[in-house]
């Protein structure tokens, strides 16, 4: 008999766990509301940006912290109103900023990234999509020497963990990318980070092999847990049905939490939304993704056009988006892109919900609470990167392989 695992969720966390869980001989069934890459992994900044080692929270973020909340369109910002319920992340965030804890974080997603591109060859190999990722190094932007210089500590962390950033002369980038302004005085690259073509492509191209493979996909919302004697035995759906369930997965993005405590199980999980706005018509050609050091967010040529992408919205699950900060990002690039053209009628916007942690580590590993239950979410700015490597990792868990690092930092009971 197979064993066969439930997965809550579609995105590229749940898609690439069950994937390879398939590959380990499970029976699987995915449950999402929505469709295989319409959450948040439809429209991220496609960076599979392995060496992005820091912490997204980190003493240097702090500095630049009073700067950003100034500007309601800047790269962060707190809906005033939330801040009460968002405090208690804010605060376990900061007490992850210790030199001590930060060199933590810092080999714990070094030691995640170091597997990332094979596991993404695995599959969009088996999805005969490989096409979809490209091999060429993600290039930042620099046009302020003291910005260059203030980056040069986060360079030698990442040389130190074995990802080596090349520099280069606003003259070389320029080489490389023609339609980079005069103003950029600087580049580099980040030590290994890759880009997509299209991230919901991605995620859709694995689930039609897993569905190829016999896994079923159902549409539905997943409401309720039920268990008895430590071990979860059923989904109650929106829909009106009952899944029973053998093993459970919860890849549920940012609403992860909200299953973890119908399992007993505390966990600090914000939504940090981010915006993208992609130009059909955008006037410039690049070729490869691009950083602006002056703001977060990214420039991903991508299948439909130029995807702007990036910012950080501390406002809850369920606030209406502020689209005012995906046109931003079109003001922001045009400082490095001069030829950047002003969004057309054809030009789209999009808010999706990262499932931050405040230790920028994801939760990957079984339930304190439940015997049959591992839990992968919790990959904030990285769940493009780390997808497929944390779908290996739990097929592996499941399998009752021991993972080939250390997992304990992503233990469920850490918050
Ligand atoms: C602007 C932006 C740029 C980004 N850029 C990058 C990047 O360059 N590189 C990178 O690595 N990452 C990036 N990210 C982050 C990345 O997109 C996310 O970390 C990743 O998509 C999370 O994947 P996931 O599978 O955990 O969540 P999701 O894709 O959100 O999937 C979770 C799914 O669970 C479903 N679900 C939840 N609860 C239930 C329920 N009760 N019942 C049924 N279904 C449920 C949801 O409908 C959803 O489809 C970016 C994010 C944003 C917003």
Known sequence: MKPTTTIIGAGIVGMSTAAFLQRAGHDVTIIDRVGPGEG??????????????????HPGVFRKLPGWLMDPLGPLTIR??????????????????????????????AALGMRVVSDFETLLG????KDLLVYRETLRLFDD??????EAAERDTKKRHGFPCEIYSGDQVREMEPAVGKNVIRGA?????????????VVKAI??????????????????IVHQDGKVTALTLAGGGRHPVENLVVCAGAYSHLLARQLGERVLLEAERGYHIVLPDSGVSISRSLTYARTPGAATPMEMGLRLAGTDEFAGLE????????????????????????????????????PGTPDSLPVIGRSRTMSNVVYGFGHGHMGLTWGPTTGRLVSEILSNKTPNMNMDVFRVNRF
Not at 42 to 48: E, K, L, P, R, S
Not at 207 to 224: F, H, L, P, Q, S
């Open 319 to 354: 606030a209406e988006p502020n689209y005012a900060r995906a046109d931003n990002l079109f003001h922001v690039f045009k400082k490095v892109l001069p030829g950047l053209q002003p969004p057309n009628e054809r030009a789209t916007r999009w808010m999706g919900r990262r």
């Open 40 to 57: 948040c992994s439809f429209g991220n900044a496609g960076g599979v940006a392995f060496a992005e080692i820091m912490p997204t929270v």
């Open 80 to 109: 005033w109103g939330y801040l009460p319920k968002a405090l208690p992340w804010f605060l376990s965030a900061a007490r992850n900023t210790t030199p001590a804890r930060v060199e933590e974080i810092v080999q714990a997603r």
């Open 189 to 201: 690259s980040h030590g290994g980070w890759y880009f997509v073509l299209n991230p919901e492509g």
């Open 207 to 224: 689930a039609k092999t897993v569905v190829a493979n016999g896994g079923k996909i159902i549409a539905d919302d997943v409401r309720g």
């Open 145 to 150: 020497e003291a910005q260059f210089r203030a």
């Open 126 to 129: 088996d999805a005969g999509r």
